[in-house]
C-alpha cells in the first residue's frame, strides 16, 4: 500500500475549506483545550499536510518564523506549531512525516528550530533529535523582558543544517505574542 503523500504550502495557499479542516482537526486533537490564539499562532508560515486515499486530512503540522534575541543577536527561528493526527490513525508514523517535511523547512529558512511540546507530544520531538533548551527562557513583552521559568523542560529546540545552536548560558527571549508565548 502506498504512504499517503506529505504536502506543504504556505498558508496563503490554504483554501477557506482546508483551513477550516486543519482547524477542526487541530481542535478534535486537543480535546477543545485548541484556543483561538492557539489557531492564530498556526498560521502565516508553512503547513505540512497529509491526506488519506479518500482526501481526508489525517495529519498536520506547521512552522512559522518567529524572532529570538540571544545575547547579542536576532535569530531567524522556525518555531513548530499545531502538530497533530488524527485519533484513529495515530502511531503510524504520520507524525514523523509531518516532522521531516517541517525540518526541512526549518534546515532551508531558519537559523535553528524550536517548540513547545506537550507531555503526549515529547517522545517524537526526541526521537527525531529535538532536545530540551537546557537555559533560560523569556519573551519580550510590551513591559520589557518576562521570565517563562513555566516553559522550561519543555522547549524542545533543534539546529538548522549548518548552524550551530545558541549557546545555553544566556537566555532565548521570544518575541512577544497573544495567548502562549510558547
Do not use: K
Not at 531558519?110 to 526526541?126: E, K, P, Q, R, T
Not at 533560560?136 to 548552524?163: C, N
Request: net charge negative; charged share 25%.
Amino acid at each position: 500500500m502506498t504512504e499517503p503523500a506529505v504536502r506543504t504550502a504556505p498558508t496563503f495557499e490554504l483554501t477557506p475549506a482546508e483551513r477550516t479542516e486543519i482547524r477542526d482537526l487541530l481542535d478534535a486533537a486537543f480535546e477543545g483545550d485548541f484556543a483561538d490564539e492557539d489557531w492564530e499562532h498556526t498560521l502565516g508560515g508553512v503547513h505540512a499536510l497529509i491526506r488519506d486515499t479518500d482526501g481526508l486530512l489525517i495529519a498536520h503540522g506547521s512552522v512559522v518564523q518567529r524572532r529570538v534575541l540571544h545575547t547579542d543577536r536576532s535569530y531567524r527561528a522556525g518555531y513548530v506549531e499545531g502538530v497533530a493526527v488524527r485519533a484513529d490513525r495515530r502511531r503510524e508514523g504520520l507524525g514523523h512525516r509531518i516532522m521531516a517535511a517541517l525540518e526541512h523547512v526549518i534546515d532551508a529558512a531558519h537559523d535553528f528550530g524550536a517548540l513547545s511540546a506537550s507531555d503526549a507530544g515529547a517522545a517524537l520531538y526526541a526521537a527525531r533529535g529535538w532536545r530540551i533548551w537546557p537555559g533560560r527562557l523569556t519573551a519580550l513583552g510590551p513591559d520589557g523582558p518576562l521570565p517563562l521559568p513555566e516553559e522550561e523542560g519543555s522547549t524542545y529546540v533543534r539546529p538548522a543544517a549548518g548552524h550551530p545552536l545558541p549557546a545555553p548560558a544566556h537566555p532565548l527571549a521570544f518575541d512577544w505574542r497573544n495567548g502562549d508565548l510558547l
